[in-house]
């Protein structure tokens, strides 16, 4: 069973975290989220989670992917731990999964990660990192080899449907899309 690892800063996007966590468990995948400290984290928007683990214990396991959610600050307190671009470079150098949304692809980006890629983020924010040679593509979900990105709290759904199939099947995706009973041409206008 893969596992994945989701670290969560004070001020994360609630949206992208919980939605990254719930469809990833629903898809078998084990999660652990972990706060950069011990208890509980403060979202963005006030919500409180309370983390598996700490980003400390966290460190002494293998895990096939690291999910970055985005909001402010998070993104920002997580590109400021040291921890954090340890964990991205040990996964990366191990040809393993590194995923971000919103405005976390910037500490990808500052992590060096994102060099000669194609990416996608909250618009405007990989353009802030000042790194000419990353293709920022604006769309929804991005895959470039080991590294995937998505846009915002919009996209969250679609971001973390992509990474079950990556760590899993297509077949797994669609059974968890399935179960949410999304409308694949979108909500019907109403009268």
Partial sequence: MPRVLVPLAEGFEELEAVTIIDLLRRGGIEVDVAGLQAGNVRGSRQTMIAPDLSLDEAGGRDYDMVVLP??????????????IHQILHSLHDRGRYTAAICAAPLVLAKAGLLSGRRATGFPGTLEATGAPDIEITGGSVERDGTV??????????????????TLTNRGNRDQVEATLQRDPAGPAATA
Avoid: H
């Fill in 70 to 83: 985005g909001g402010l600050p998070g993104a920002t307190n997580l590109d400021e731990d040291p921890r």
């Fill in 148 to 165: 995937i990105t998505s846009r915002g709290p919009g996209t969250a759904m679609d971001f973390a449907l992509t990474l079950i199939e």
